[in-house]
């Protein structure tokens, strides 16, 4: 016997056992024509598996969520030079390559957890162990055409004025708001989802009112499609540094 996401990487159905272990959890993966939902199944070496083509084609869930963000939105991505905030394995960063993007700077506080394939690609700069409240923005290439932001483990009323830093004039952006780094650790259930859609809101708004006070202007939103690793429903907002008035 063996394990699932091995053997979907052994048989060529899948390029990495990331992407396996995403379509397992998306339920976009059958055996011997049965859906399975457990990256540690054991199967046999000569099961018959079969991914659904809808399953997400970025190399982690966070791509698919800017996805609909794009989808949503009028906001070109063709030819812009793009910074992608919290990248992480680069879902956005995939994402952005994808619809077309002139360039990408991946930044992230963490280190060696981008993607080798999006990492080795060369339109994008990968950037570790910087917090975005530390960057130097024009040493980075700054201000960018489009940002786009997911961010953990800090507030958006912390991190908007940051972001604004990154984003030119007339310049788009996208953040991922996550309820469950606004509302603090009192309106979290044990799991680490905000069951209080009261508190959820508020948060969201909260979110909202700190990008605005940083000088970008709330063009649209939408609840993501695609819900965070706990459960938590999470909201994609567009923005816009609009100088024109100025």
Not at 71 to 77: G, L, Q, Y
Not at 89 to 111: E, R
Not at 124 to 153: C, K, Q, W, Y
Request: charged letters at 25%.
């Amino acid at each position: 016997m063996k394990r699932v996401d091995r053997l979907l990487v052994e048989r060529g159905v899948v390029a990495s056992r990331s992407r396996g272990q995403q379509a397992i959890r998306d339920r976009c993966v059958k055996v011997d024509g049965v859906t399975i939902d457990r990256v540690s199944t054991l199967v046999s070496p000569t099961a018959e598996l079969s991914v659904d083509p809808k399953a997400n084609p970025y190399v982690s869930r966070a791509g698919g969520k800017l996805r609909a963000a794009l989808d949503a939105f009028p906001v070109s991505v063709e030819g812009r030079r793009c910074v992608d905030l919290g990248a992480s394995t680069g879902g956005f960063t995939d994402c952005l390559l994808q619809a077309g993007a002139a360039s990408v700077v991946s930044v992230d506080v963490g280190t060696a957890q981008m993607h080798a394939t999006i990492g080795a690609n060369p339109a994008v700069t990968v950037v570790e162990g910087m917090h975005i409240a530390e960057a130097n923005v024009p040493r980075l290439g700054g201000p960018f055409d489009l940002v786009v932001a997911d961010l953990s483990f800090i507030s958006m009323t912390r991190a908007a004025a940051h972001i604004a830093r990154f984003v030119a004039a007339n310049g788009d952006v996208i953040v991922l708001v996550k309820p469950q780094f606004e509302v603090g650790r009192g309106g979290l259930d044990k799991r680490g989802v905000v069951r209080d859609e009261k508190r959820r809101l508020v948060a969201v708004e909260l979110a909202r009112d700190a990008l605005g006070k940083a000088g970008l202007c709330h063009k649209g939103e939408i609840p993501s499609p695609v819900r965070g690793a706990s459960g938590n429903q999470e909201v994609l907002v567009w923005l816009n540094k609009d100088v024109s008035g100025v």
